[in-house]
């Protein structure tokens, strides 16, 4: 993961961290505590940076995304819930959302659930209030997944619709 820094000549490297090997760092995701959350798409975990008292990133946190993933899955998008309190990330191959929570000041992370995504190949999926939209790449839809408050996890599909080869997913403002 690297950081960059804006100069007058333009962007400038700050610093690099780095993960695992074999764990191919994917999104990322910033939580309003300030860590940075980076799913991998090789190993299927996330990571939680933050600075240290010198302003130097390290990691933090680390978790699988949960019992139940596939050796031959690979993570795709990432997201937080409203609050903060959970991230969302998908999971293709074995076509699943994990749900990890955020806990402590955002320095510890603890797999919740892995439920069925809906889709086939959840490429992308963004939180729209209580909703958590997904996009199937290979089952040409986007489901929408009931988004349960309280314990974060995605309950089954309530809505399709049909899009092909969705990819990505934009809120309008």
Request: net charge neutral; with cysteine; proline share 5%.
């Amino acid at each position: 993961v690297r950081f960059w820094r804006v100069a007058d000549s333009g962007l400038r490297a700050a610093q690099e961290v780095v993960l695992p090997r074999g764990s191919g760092p994917r999104h990322m995701v910033w939580h309003p505590s300030g860590h940075l959350y980076v799913v991998t798409e090789l190993s299927r975990e996330i990571f939680a940076l933050a600075p240290d008292v010198t302003g130097h990133w390290r990691i933090v946190a680390g978790t699988s995304l949960g019992a139940g993933t596939l050796d031959d899955d690979t993570a795709a998008e990432l997201a937080a819930s409203r609050d903060g309190e959970f991230l969302y990330a998908g999971v293709r191959g074995s076509n699943t959302i994990a749900t990890v929570r955020v806990k402590g000041a955002g320095d510890a992370l603890a797999p919740v659930a892995l439920v069925d995504a809906g889709v086939d190949w959840p490429r992308h999926h963004l939180v729209v209030r209580d909703t958590l939209l997904v996009a199937g790449q290979r089952s040409d839809e986007v489901a929408s997944l009931t988004l349960d408050l309280r314990t974060g996890v995605p309950s089954r599909v309530r809505h399709r619709v049909e899009a092909p080869t969705p990819t990505c997913l934009v809120v309008a403002r």
